[in-house]
């Protein structure tokens, strides 16, 4: 009876709760199922979901862990089961992924060493402008091949909508100095108001152009560079926000649903 108390509450959060696209919708549904069905497998059982404690979600890591699942696939659990618990209103402390001893050991890519004139080098246009819309917005490099000035340019802002956006959820980005608006004005000049720069150019002319552009002046082209907007919001948004807004606003514009990605944007 336990257990299909337990699944009836997973049944009705995720009948409610549709934010993310199918894709996430599935996993969301499979994460939450497995965290019951692993539960009782270890004989570690909440009689309720308000009664489930540090302590549970602890054995059910482990258990994990013992089972060889990659620790890059246990922080993606726990991102969906501390959503859940977040919102049924129920907050259990020392859940993040560093108390609960998930390390991901995978090695991490060494720094990528930008040139300060990185943008004169960058002398084809069509990869000028991803690059800038990655560093001055923090839109991902797919975001930004399908803008269409018609609807994701608006008056103070770009307008991903959730057709393009990478996590298929919409976002705003405002326009915060002169630098971004002369960004939207190359942009609009680079193709029509109905058009995005694959529809006019052909996604393949325009994936050559970035990937050959950069290339050539030594960068990785498979790499995001998004993280420096990340970078760059974090020191000026801290002057006027709290730590906790700073952070939550950069996750909006980005699209962000992980804190350990913003985390690696700015610290690695």
Not at 40 to 47: L, Y
Not at 50 to 57: P, S
Not at 83 to 108: A, M, T, V, Y
Request: proline share 3%.
């Amino acid at each position: 009876m336990r257990k299909s108390q337990l699944r009836q509450h997973v049944e009705n959060y995720c009948h409610h709760h549709h934010t993310g696209s199918y894709r996430d919708k599935k996993h969301r549904h499979f994460v939450l199922h497995k965290m019951i069905r692993d539960l009782f497998h270890i004989g570690s059982v909440p009689t309720k979901w308000h009664g489930l404690t540090c302590n549970h979600i602890q054995n059910l890591v482990s258990h994990w862990q013992k089972e060889k699942i990659k620790p890059s696939t246990i922080m993606k659990y726990m991102t969906i089961i501390r959503d859940f618990f977040q919102n049924i209103e129920h907050q259990i402390n020392d859940i993040d992924n560093q108390s609960l001893g998930i390390i991901n050991r995978k090695q991490l890519q060494k720094a990528v060493k930008l040139p300060n004139d990185i943008l004169q080098k960058l002398s084809n246009p069509i990869a000028k402008i991803l690059f800038e819309f990655q560093v001055h917005f923090g839109l991902t490099l797919s975001e930004a091949m399908r803008l269409r000035p018609a609807i994701h340019i608006q008056e103070n802002t770009i307008w991903i909508t959730r057709n393009i956006a990478t996590n298929s959820q919409d976002r705003m980005i405002p326009f915060r100095n002169d630098e971004q608006i002369g960004i939207i004005n190359t942009f609009q000049a680079l193709c029509t108001q109905e058009q995005s720069l694959i529809s006019t150019y052909g996604y393949h002319h325009v994936r050559y152009a970035y990937h050959n552009a950069l290339k050539t002046i030594g960068l990785p082209a498979l790499k995001t560079y998004r993280y420096l907007y990340a970078r760059k919001m974090n020191e000026e948004l801290i002057k006027t926000l709290s730590n906790y807004m700073t952070k939550q606003t950069i996750m909006r514009e980005m699209g962000l649903q992980s804190r350990r990605t913003l985390w690696s944007y700015l610290n690695e």
